[in-house]
């Protein structure tokens, strides 16, 4: 890769990829809407508000893929979810249609399904979800890929991400937990492989419990090699909950979908 561009890169997962793909590119180029002083060798700073159309234009001139991490990365207000999330998405989808770049990997959310109950195994081909206006946003992101994967030959990897943390903060994440290394190696897949296409991808690590099915993506040849088996004896992970029926506990998106709506 040439010059990749790096959106959402001051974030938890934009830090971590900087880190872990430092020298991949001959060049990253980091953009977020807070500030980036501490660029290194072979990094590019050119920060701007994704709902920025024009500064959007100028920001992927140049790139030959993206990874595309940057947005409301949790429940908020349709306002906030607007501007960074839907029209931030098809700005930077339109800059790439204009500038030529062919593939792109969008971090959608475990939140596009996360009502669906969680003794039922998704898979690609599962219907949407929503449990919250944020998933919502990740499911129109993903609609706007497929559209233009086909409409275009965009090729997208349509990345379902679990819970990327150093550790699963809860025992939900005992299933949904996905380790850095997974998604690195995976972010190295999806701009390594001959042909990519449109695929949806549940992003996860190779944990004991499991509510994601990626058979339909054997082709990328992406194997997670982490499991949360790893911390399931730790002391904050005991305790069964107490009511079953609990919408955080029934929901595949936990307190996501338990949780009370915004207003603007
Ligand atoms: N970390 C996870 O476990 C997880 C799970 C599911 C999905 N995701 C998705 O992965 C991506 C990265 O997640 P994260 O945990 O690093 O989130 P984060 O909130 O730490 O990072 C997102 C970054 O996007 C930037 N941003 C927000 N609005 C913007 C705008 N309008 N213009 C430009 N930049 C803007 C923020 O400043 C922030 O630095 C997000 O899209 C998130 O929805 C993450």
């Known amino acids: 890769m040439k ?10 997962l934009g830090k971590v990829v900087r880190v872990k793909l430092a020298g991949w590119a001959d060049v990253m180029r980091l953009s977020d809407l807070n500030e980036i002083t501490d660029a290194k060798a072979g990094e590019e700073v050119q920060c701007c508000d994704l709902g920025d159309k024009e500064a959007v234009m100028k920001l992927v001139e140049g790139c030959d893929g ?21 029209v931030g998405t ?17 971090a959608s959310s475990n939140h596009t399904i996360g009502f669906h109950e969680r003794d039922v195994t998704l898979d690609a081909d599962s219907v949407m979800r929503p449990d919250c206006l944020y998933g919502v946003s990740k499911c129109y ?9 086909d409409k275009f030959g ?20 005992l299933a949904t937990w996905l380790s850095a290394d997974d998604f690195v190696s995976l972010t190295k897949r999806i701009f390594d492989c ?4 449109c695929p949806v991808i549940y992003a ?20 997670p090699k982490d499991s949360s088996a790893a911390f399931a004896d730790e002391p904050y992970l005991q305790g069964r909950a107490a009511d079953a029926n609990d919408p955080a506990v029934r929901y595949q998106g936990g307190s996501f979908a338990s949780a009370g709506h915004f207003e603007d």
Do not use: Q
């Not at 990365?73 to 607007?82: A, K, M, P």
């Open 66 to 86: 993206i990874i595309h991490l940057g947005g409301v990365s949790t429940e908020n207000t349709f306002d906030s979810i607007l501007n960074g999330n839907i």
């Open 204 to 223: 996860v690590s190779a944990n004991n419990e499991l509510w994601w099915d990626n058979t339909k993506v054997r082709y990328l040849g992406w194997e």
């Open 90 to 106: 098809y700005n930077l989808y339109e800059a790439a249609r204009k500038h030529g770049v062919k593939r792109i990997l969008f």
């Open 194 to 197: 001959d042909r990519l296409g």
């Open 141 to 149: 992101g993903e609609m706007l890929a497929s559209l233009y994967y």
């Open 3 to 12: 010059r990749v561009l790096l959106t959402g890169a001051a974030g938890n």
């Open 154 to 173: 965009i090729e997208t990897a349509r990345v379902r991400i679990g819970s990327c943390f150093e550790k699963p903060l809860d025992r939900r994440m």
